[in-house]
């Protein structure tokens, strides 16, 4: 069953920290591997698009990482600033007509 | 506006009732999804329409929702005789589908839809 773990399921950090969040998946075969930020409230807003190929990708403090083999992905938030207080989604798409396969997400806030 | 707008943003019904969500994709996206959100749990993918082809429906969780959407545009989700658990957040996304690996899909801010 095509299936996406996120870890934790939520985050307490102070601001200025770092932290990494995990997403796991058992989606074959395998697409491409999508971070979405959504605010409360908002829809999901997209972050990286990593394919098969890609091991790492960086939008401003954000960096994704993708181990295909392992089947496993990271999304490593530097510097955090409130305004990153938000659900993190992790979406996997298969080959073909397979729908996207969305995670849980993980609630993060930051604290001041 | 340029991003995806669905209306209306709240909709509170009684049971049994039928209800229209609205989505209206940005202009020349030809995909266009429906998702549904509950309380706690990721997103359900429910429909998928691309360009002029039949629409994917695998995700309808029954025949009580059916969606349209006319002139490869504006997108309607129906949900008629609507139950409790039909109460969730329904998030509507469209993509220019340039390419599977690339579509990457804009996200409306979803209509919370309450069954009481």
């Known amino acids: 069953k095509n299936q996406v773990e996120q870890s934790p399921q939520s985050l307490i950090i102070l601001e200025g920290k770092n932290c990494t969040l995990q997403?796991?998946?058992?989606?074959?075969?395998?697409?491409?591997l999508r971070w979405y930020k959504q605010d409360t409230g908002r829809g999901p807003v997209s972050l990286t698009i990593?394919?098969?190929?890609?091991n790492t990708k960086s939008n401003g403090r954000y960096t994704a990482t993708l181990d295909a083999d392992t089947k496993q992905s990271s999304l490593h938030i530097t510097a955090s600033q409130l305004s990153d207080s938000a659900s993190y989604i992790c979406?996997?798409?298969?080959?073909?007509?397979?729908?996207?396969?969305f995670g849980k997400g993980t609630r993060l806030s930051v604290i001041a | 506006g340029a991003g995806v707008s669905q209306s209306p943003s709240n909709k509170v019904t009684e049971k049994g009732k039928d209800v229209e969500l609205r989505c209206d994709p940005i202009?020349?996206?030809?995909?266009l999804y429906w998702y549904r959100q509950s309380l706690g749990q990721g997103l359900e993918f429910l429909i998928y329409?691309?360009?002029?082809?039949?629409?994917?429906k695998s995700g309808l969780p029954s025949d009580r929702f059916s969606a349209e959407r006319t002139g490869g545009s504006v997108s309607t989700l129906t949900i008629q005789r609507t139950q409790q658990e039909d109460s969730a957040v329904y998030l509507c996304?469209?993509?220019?589908?340039?390419?599977?690996?690339?579509?990457?899909?804009?996200f409306g801010p979803g209509t919370r839809l309450t069954v009481l």
């Open positions: 996304a469209s993509s220019s589908y340039l390419a599977v690996s690339t579509d990457t899909q804009y």
């Open positions: 997403c796991n998946y058992t989606v074959s075969p395998f697409s491409n």
């Open positions: 990593m394919t098969f190929s890609e």
């Open positions: 979406v996997v798409r298969g080959s073909g007509n397979t729908p996207l396969v």
């Open positions: 202009s020349g996206h030809t995909a």
């Open positions: 329409f691309q360009g002029n082809s039949a629409p994917d």
